[in-house]
C-alpha cells in the first residue's frame, strides 16, 4: 500500500445559523497519493537552465537535440528548449546527406531558417556534424569516384588517327611540341590503351599539334569528342583551321557556360561540343595547351573523334533511344510489378537515365513479368544478333532477354546473373525465324528492382560501339573526394558562421572491435544507402584535412570537436581517439575538444565513466558530454519506479562526475539528447523511456535529479 500524507485542505461550507447567515472554515484532514506529492514537488523546479551561474560558469553549455522543423515550428519543443536549454544541436539537418543534393550542390536554405530564428531566440547552434561515415550523400560521393564508361559514337571517324596508331604522326603537325609530342603505350584509357603525350617546357608559346585535314559537309553539324588529362593543373583549348570564328567560346564540358579554355587535372576529362560554323568543306583541329613548366598532357587516341551527326550510323542500334533520355519506347505487364524511366542522375555511372522494372516478389514462371521493345521491322532470319547492356539491381538475381515474335516463340541470349554494381553485359544469339519483331526481358525470376541502360541490339556483321571503361586510382579519388569535402567544408561551415561558433569535425571514426584504428568499409557487405568512409579514400589523414578545412572557413575562435560513442565502456577505444587527436595534431592541424556521446543505461560502469573521464581530462581538452540520454533496460510500456529511480540517480552521477573530474577551463558543457521518452515509432532507441521528460511532457524523476546535479555543480 502506498504511503499516504496527511495535508490540510480548507473547504467552506454553508452553515445556516437562525440569527445570521455565515460562512465557517471547518479545518480536516484527506488523504493525497504519494505520486501526486512527488510530482508536484517535481514541478515547482525551476527551468534547468537557471541553475547555472554564468559569473562562475562563464563558457559552460547546457544543450539539448532538437529537430529542425520541430524548432522552426515554435511549438511545445521549441519552447521547452528556448526555456530549459541554452544551446540546441540536430540530430540529422546540418549533415551532409541532409543537404549535399544530387548534383553536388548545397540546399542551405532551411539552416539559414534555424540560425536566423535560434538567433532572435537568443539561442545557440551546435554545428553536428561536419565528415562522418553515415548519413551521407553516399550516391553522389560514389558517383565521383566511379569508373569513367565512355561508348564511342555510332558513327564513323571523320578525324584520321592512324598516324597516330602507327606513332609515326602521319599528316599530323607539331606546331610547338615543347619538351616533346609522342604516343606512349599504356598511357591511355583502360587498360593497355595509348595516348598523345604532351610534354611542356615552360615557354611562352602554348604546346600545339595539329589534326590532318578533315573533310566535311558544311551544311551538317559535327561533333568533337576528346578526352584529356595532365599530371598536373593544366589548361587548354581546342582552336581550329576552316571555321568562320577559328577561336570560338565553347561549353566544353557541358556545364552550361561557354569559355575560352578548359582545365585540366589527374583524372580523365571528357571535352565534348559541336561545330557547325564552316567557312569551306574542310578543317584542322589545333590542341592548344598551356605550356605550364612540369605539366604533361594526355590525350587519349581510341576516343579522339570529329563526326558527322547527320551521317549514316555505323552501329545500328534497332533499339531507338537505347539510352532512356528521352523516355521510354517500352511496353510490359505481370502482376503488381511497375516499369518506368528513372530521374535524371540514375543512369549508369550515375548520368542521365535508366529504364527500371520493380517485381516485388518472384513470380512462379519467369515469364509473368515482362519488358517488352518493338523493332521497326522483323529481324533478318539466319543473322546472329548482339544485345549490350548495362544492369544492376537492388538484390542478386537472374533476368532473361529473348527475341520474340508476336506467337511467342524466341531466341534466348540465356540467363542473365544481376548484381547489385553495374556491370556491362555483352551476349548474342542467332534469330532462327523472319518473325522475331520485339525485345523482350523476363523478370520473373527476380525479387526488387532492376535497373537497365545503354542498351544496344545490333547484328553481328555492324561495327562500331566500343565501350571503355576508365577505373579512377587511388590518387585521383583522393584528390576528387578532397574537392568535394573542401566544397561541402566551406559551404556549411561558410553559412554557420555568424552563428554557430562550435562544431562537430569528425564524428565516430574510431572502430568498435579495433579501437586504435579507423572505422573502415572495406569488406563491408551490408552498407547502407547513406553510408561512406572518407577515410577509405582520404587515408590516416582525412580527419587532418577536415579540421584544417574547417578553421579555414570558420571564424578563428571556432571551437573544433572531435566526437565518439562507447568512450565510458570501452577504455580502449578512448585511449583509441585520444591517440588519434595527437596524430592529427603532429600533423599540423588543432583539435580542440573531444565530445563523448555517452548513450547509456542504468546499468552502466560507474568506474568506467570515471576513468573515462580522467582519462580526457588529462588530455587538456575541451571536455563535452555531447549526446547524453539513459536506457533503463526495458521499454517505457514495462518500465518501473524502481528503473525511473535508478534512471534518476544514473543521470546525477554523470553530471556530478563531469564536474568534479573535468577542469573548470575544460569543460565545454553537456547536451541532453533526448529530453523526451521515445515514442515506439522513432529511429532512435524506440519505445524507451530515456528522457528528463514523457511522451506527454510531463518531467520525471530524472527531470529533478538533473536540477540537483546542475543546483550543486554549476553554481
Same mark, same amino acid.
Given at each position: ?14 452553515? /445556516? ?58 511549438? /511545445? ?55 562522418w561515415h553515415a548519413n551521407q550523400n553516399a550516391s553522389y560521393l560514389k558517383r565521383l569516384i566511379s569508373p569513367l564508361l565512355v561508348t564511342s559514337p555510332a558513327y564513323p571517324n571523320s578525324l584520321s588517327v592512324a598516324g597516330l596508331k602507327d606513332n609515326s604522326f602521319a599528316n599530323w603537325t607539331k606546331l610547338n611540341a615543347g619538351n616533346g609530342i609522342s604516343v606512349i603505350t599504356g598511357t591511355g584509357m583502360g587498360t593497355g590503351n595509348n595516348a598523345i603525350a604532351l610534354k611542356a617546357s615552360g615557354a611562352a608559346a602554348d604546346l600545339q599539334l595539329a589534326t590532318p585535314g578533315i573533310t566535311i559537309n558544311k551544311t551538317h553539324k559535327y561533333e568533337v569528342v576528346m578526352y584529356i588529362r595532365s599530371n598536373e593543373a593544366g589548361e587548354g583549348r581546342i582552336s581550329f583551321e576552316g571555321l568562320n570564328n577559328n577561336t570560338p567560346l565553347v561549353d566544353w564540358t557541358k556545364s552550361g557556360t561557354p569559355t575560352a579554355t578548359f582545365t585540366t587535372g589527374i583524372s580523365w576529362k571528357e571535352i565534348r561540343f559541336t561545330i557547325s560554323d ?9 590542341? &592548344? ?29 534497332? %533499339? ?27 543512369? %549508369? ?7 527500371? @522494372? ?39 538475381? %537472374? ?16 540467363? /542473365? ?66 574537392? $568535394? ?78 566526437? &565518439? ?6 577504455? &580502449? ?18 583539435? &580542440? ?38 536506457? %533503463? ?14 534512471? $534518476?540517480?544514473?543521470?546525477?552521477? @554523470? ?61
Open positions: 500500500m502506498n504511503q499516504l500524507h496527511k495535508i490540510a485542505a480548507g473547504f467552506l461550507v454553508f452553515v /445556516v445559523i437562525s440569527s445570521c447567515n455565515k460562512y465557517q472554515k471547518l479545518d480536516f484532514n484527506v488523504d493525497k497519493p504519494e505520486s501526486v506529492a512527488v510530482q508536484e514537488n517535481i514541478d515547482a523546479y525551476p527551468a534547468l537552465k537557471s541553475y547555472i551561474n554564468r559569473a562562475s560558469q562563464p563558457g559552460f553549455k547546457w544543450g539539448v537535440a532538437i529537430g529542425l522543423q520541430e524548432y522552426l515550428d515554435k511549438g /511545445v519543443k521549441y519552447r521547452l528548449a528556448n526555456r530549459n536549454f541554452d544551446e540546441i544541436v540536430l540530430g540529422y539537418e546540418m549533415k551532409h546527406g541532409a543537404v549535399v543534393q544530387a548534383d553536388g550542390s548545397l540546399d542551405l536554405a532551411k539552416i539559414t531558417s534555424l540560425l536566423q530564428t535560434a538567433g532572435e531566440a537568443g539561442m545557440q547552434v551546435y554545428g553536428h556534424t561536419l565528415m564552316f567557312a569551306g568543306d574542310n578543317i584542322k583541329l589545333h590542341f &592548344d595547351l598551356k605550356n605550364k613548366a612540369g605539366v604533361s598532357y594526355y590525350i587519349d587516341i581510341n576516343n579522339l573523334y570529329v563526326y558527322d551527326t547527320q551521317g549514316t550510323p555505323a552501329v545500328n542500334n534497332l %533499339v531507338t533511344n537505347g539510352d532512356f533520355e528521352s523516355g521510354g519506347g517500352w511496353g510490359g505487364w505481370g502482376g503488381s510489378s511497375t516499369r518506368g524511366v528513372t530521374a535524371d542522375g540514375m543512369g %549508369v555511372g550515375n548520368k542521365g537515365k535508366a529504364f527500371y @522494372v520493380t517485381n516485388p516478389s518472384k513470380s512462379a514462371n519467369y515469364w509473368d513479368v515482362q519488358t517488352i521493345y518493338d523493332f521497326a521491322a522483323p529481324l533478318e532470319n539466319g543473322a546472329t544478333y548482339e544485345l549490350s547492356f548495362w544492369v544492376k539491381g537492388t538484390a542478386a538475381g %537472374v533476368i532473361r532477354p529473348e527475341l520474340q515474335s508476336a506467337n511467342y516463340s524466341s531466341n534466348g541470349f540465356g540467363q /542473365v546473373q544481376v548484381t547489385q554494381d553495374w556491370q556491362l553485359v555483352t551476349i548474342s544469339t542467332t534469330a532462327t525465324a523472319s518473325d522475331r519483331t520485339r525485345l523482350v526481358f523476363s523478370y520473373g525470376e527476380f525479387a526488387g528492382t532492376v535497373y537497365i541502360d545503354d542498351v544496344i541490339l545490333k547484328n553481328a556483321k555492324a561495327t562500331g560501339g566500343s565501350t571503355t571503361v576508365v577505373e579512377k586510382t587511388a590518387a585521383e579519388k583522393k584528390y576528387i573526394l578532397t574537392e $568535394a569535402l573542401d566544397k561541402w567544408m566551406s559551404g556549411m561551415v561558410g553559412a554557420g558562421k555568424s552563428v554557430v561558433k562550435a562544431w562537430d569535425v569528425v564524428n565516430e571514426p574510431m572502430d568498435d572491435g579495433k579501437p586504435y584504428e579507423l572505422k573502415t568499409g572495406v569488406g563491408k557487405t551490408n552498407m547502407a544507402s547513406d553510408e561512406f568512409y572518407w577515410q577509405d579514400y582520404l587515408g590516416e589523414d582525412y580527419a587532418v584535412t577536415a579540421f584544417k578545412m574547417a578553421r579555414q572557413y570558420g571564424n578563428a575562435t571556432d571551437l573544433h570537436f572531435i566526437n &565518439d560513442y562507447n568512450l565510458e565502456f570501452n577504455l &580502449d577505444k578512448c585511449r583509441g581517439l585520444i591517440a588519434y587527436v595527437n596524430y592529427i595534431e603532429s600533423q599540423g592541424a588543432r583539435v &580542440d575538444g573531444i565530445g563523448t556521446q555517452m548513450h547509456m543505461d542504468i546499468n552502466a560502469n560507474k568506474e568506467n565513466i570515471v576513468a573515462m573521464f580522467k582519462l580526457l581530462a588529462a588530455t587538456g581538452k575541451m571536455i563535452k558530454v555531447s549526446e547524453l540520454d539513459m536506457g %533503463v533496460g526495458v521499454k517505457t510500456t514495462a518500465a518501473t519506479a524502481g528503473h525511473y529511480q535508478a534512471q $534518476a540517480d544514473m543521470y546525477k552521477y @554523470v553530471i556530478d562526475k563531469y564536474f568534479e573530474l573535468i577542469p573548470a577551463k575544460q569543460r565545454y558543457g553537456i547536451t541532453i539528447w533526448s529530453p523526451i521518452d521515445s515514442p515506439v515509432g522513432s529511429g532512435w532507441r524506440p519505445g524507451e523511456p530515456v528522457g528528463l521528460w514523457t511522451e506527454g511532457y510531463v518531467r520525471k524523476l530524472a527531470y529533478a535529479a538533473v536540477a540537483k546535479a546542475l543546483e550543486v555543480n554549476a553554481k
